[in-house]
């Protein structure tokens, strides 16, 4: 994926957040893969970590947007 599909994802990850989210966009680096969901994990109570678990992996960026996107629409 190029980097204008990639900031194509972005502006609209972003436009999905701040319309149904409360401008909340949570994009994760992990040694495994990339993680992103809409909203904020509550990583102070146990269930942010359950959250975080659900969410599924991603092998990149783009992917893991795309994968969020989805599920919201």
Same mark, same amino acid.
């Given at each position: 994926?190029?980097? !204008?599909?990639?900031?194509?994802?972005?502006?609209?990850?972003?436009?999905?957040?701040?319309?149904?989210?409360?401008?909340?966009?949570?994009?994760?680096?992990?040694?495994?893969?990339?993680?992103?969901?809409? *909203?904020? %994990?509550?990583?102070? !109570? *146990?269930? *942010?970590? =359950? =959250?975080?678990? !659900?969410? %599924?992996? !991603?092998?990149?960026?783009?992917?893991?947007?795309?994968?969020?996107? =989805?599920? =919201?629409?």
């Amino acid at each position: 994926m190029n980097n !204008s599909n990639l900031d194509l994802l972005i502006k609209f990850a972003n436009f999905i957040a701040n319309k149904n989210h409360d401008g909340h966009l949570t994009i994760m680096k992990f040694t495994t893969g990339w993680k992103t969901m809409f *909203g904020t %994990p509550n990583l102070d !109570s *146990g269930r *942010g970590r =359950e =959250e975080v678990r !659900s969410i %599924p992996m !991603s092998k990149n960026i783009s992917e893991s947007l795309l994968k969020a996107i =989805e599920q =919201e629409i």
